[in-house]
């Protein structure tokens, strides 16, 4: 059963930073496209970074040269580090597999001084 479960997410002041991880169970990461996306108040949701079998990483503008994406194979767990944080990044983030289309459950995070 594939399973993926987010933690890290809480409330930062604009300017920090967030290390964000998604714990998969079922399967094994380094063979899937994961990728994370988030949703804020009022808003549609949207991909934020991508990290493909191959290890290629995709980093979405909006957040480009602040966030990264990566993982740990023998972990099992990928990674969403986020710097330089501002207050519209505040939202919950989710992890997921595009294969099959495997969800966690999402971690909020809060940007507010």
């Known amino acids: 059963q594939v399973q993926l479960v987010e933690s890290g997410g809480g409330l930062v002041q604009p300017g920090g930073s967030l290390r964000l991880s998604c714990v998969g169970s079922?399967?094994?990461?380094?063979?899937?496209?994961m990728r994370w996306s988030r949703q804020g108040p009022g808003k549609a949701r949207e991909t934020v970074a991508t990290?493909?079998?191959?290890?290629?990483?995709l980093i979405e503008d909006s957040v480009s040269g602040r966030f990264n994406i990566s993982r740990d194979v023998e972990e099992n767990t990928v990674y969403l580090e986020m710097n330089s944080l501002k207050t519209e990044a505040t939202a919950v983030y989710y992890c997921?597999?595009?294969?099959?289309?495997?969800w966690g459950q999402g971690t909020q995070v809060t940007v507010s001084s």
């Open positions: 997921n597999r595009l294969r099959g289309n495997y």
């Open positions: 079922g399967f094994a990461l380094t063979f899937y496209a």
């Open positions: 990290i493909f079998s191959d290890g290629r990483t």
